[in-house]
């Protein structure tokens, strides 16, 4: 063998390591990064309720519900966005779904909520926003609801839009919501997995003092109770006492609303914020038959699933709910002949529906603090994450986990 071929051949070898390197590098970082995805509650272990979860354990497990975010992070300043629910996948101003609002603490700007109440009614997709982008969003969403074919000679439609205060890490004053923003949330809404934490509307929130954000999760009945599905979506950007499945674990990360006033009673120093204003809102939807009446009953019963995760319902907190129904037989279309509804779920078989709401809200809020990851912003200000090593064990030592 030549000296050159033996040069080609080593080179050749060299080259195979080199690929065989790039690849097994490639490899341990996509590992790294599946490894390093913040968990969703129960993928640390904790179960809430008793209800068993739908396919993906999110508010598009209720068929036709999709989901969509647009995230808005630019410079040092802008932490924002908007997250869209669809009811269904047609128009719904031509097709409305059975809607309701309910009002936990009313300090808040839920642009289109009277009518839905009064009419029992929903006829846009439902827009989760910052708290002074409200107007916008609602004007961007008009202009994407009059574009829709069908609707050329519509003269009033009844924007929904929602919105929790993202101004401690984003430039809230300057509005940063475009009409691309909007129209993107909505257009890349798709059902399956939802994408959660620090995106769209929960790009710049904050719950407990840790990095809050967007959070989902479902229930499923069994067949004897109906064999509904109720899935919940939360905004989260609200404080108090954070509690996991019964256990303390603000108190124990001593991070928790009152904390500082409390030990400076006992002469002890801190340096933790004692407001725990805010707001969240929480959507709900199930494909059981229900009216705006009952659906309004269903929407009161995630407050309970709000006050299991420690929230404080303060002054300053606006704790609203929207719920739907999408049961095909009970959406209301233009020019339709009938003047009723039949075979609604009757307020006897209610009770089954409400549990499933508490449980999925308050796993919902859970994922929505779990998943999302540190944020810094407006004025150099930096919201940690939940930190995951020590609630685990906060959880063990609760005997919650196994050790």
């Known amino acids: ?42 993928e640390i272990g904790v179960t809430v309720g ?4 739908g396919e993906f354990n999110s508010i598009t497990d209720v068929a036709g519900v999709k989901v969509g975010h647009s995230t808005i992070i630019k410079g040092e300043n802008i932490r924002t966005g908007v997250t869209a629910i669809l009811p269904h996948p047609g128009n719904l101003f031509s097709e409305k779904v059975p809607g309701a609002v309910f009002v936990g603490n009313g300090f808040g700007k839920l642009m289109g909520s009277t009518q839905v109440n009064e009419l029992g ?49 984003n430039d809230i004053r300057g509005r940063h919501i475009s009409r691309d923003n909007v129209f ?44 509904y599905t109720v899935g919940v979506l939360v905004q989260s950007n609200f404080g108090g006492v954070l509690t996991i499945d019964g256990v303390p674990v603000g108190v124990e990360l001593d991070k928790y609303y009152l904390r500082d006033s409390l030990k400076t009673s006992r002469n002890e120093s801190g340096d933790l914020n004692d407001s725990a204003d805010g707001s969240i809102i929480i959507v709900i939807a199930t494909d059981a038959p229900i009216d705006a009446r009952n659906l309004n009953r269903l929407a009161a019963r995630a407050m309970l699933g709000l006050a299991r995760t420690g929230a404080a319902g303060t002054n300053g907190s606006g704790d609203y709910v929207i719920a739907f129904s999408t049961a095909p037989e009970n959406r209301i279309r233009a020019n339709d002949a009938n003047i009723s509804v039949r075979n609604l779920v009757k307020n006897d078989a209610m009770s089954p529906l409400f549990l499933a709401a508490i ?32 609630t685990i064990e906060i959880l063990k030592k609760f005997g919650k986990l196994k050790n």
């Open 121 to 169: 009614e929903i006829e846009t997709p439902i827009l989760l926003t910052s708290t002074l982008s409200v107007p916008k969003t609602g004007d961007f969403l008009l202009d994407y609801m009059l574009a829709l074919p069908g609707n050329d000679n519509v003269q009033s439609i009844n924007p929904l839009v929602a919105e929790t205060n993202d101004g401690f890490l």
């Open 1 to 42: 063998m030549t000296s050159s071929l033996k040069c080609r051949n080593f080179f050749k070898l060299v080259c195979f390591i080199f690929v065989l390197f790039t690849i097994s590098a490639e490899n341990f970082a996509q590992s790294a990064n599946v490894a390093g995805k913040r968990p969703r509650v129960r």
């Open 184 to 227: 993107a949330a909505i257009e890349t809404a798709r059902s399956g997995p939802v994408e959660e934490g620090a995106v769209g509307a929960g790009t710049g929130t904050v719950a407990f003092g840790w990095k809050g954000g967007i959070g989902t999760s479902s229930r499923k009945l069994p067949q004897s109770l109906g064999g």
């Open 359 to 390: 449980e999925a809200t308050e796993e919902a809020i859970y994922n929505s603090i779990l998943r999302a990851e540190t944020m810094k912003g407006r004025e150099n200000r930096i919201v940690p994450a939940l930190p995951i090593d020590q």
């Open 50 to 53: 008793i209800l068993p979860t």
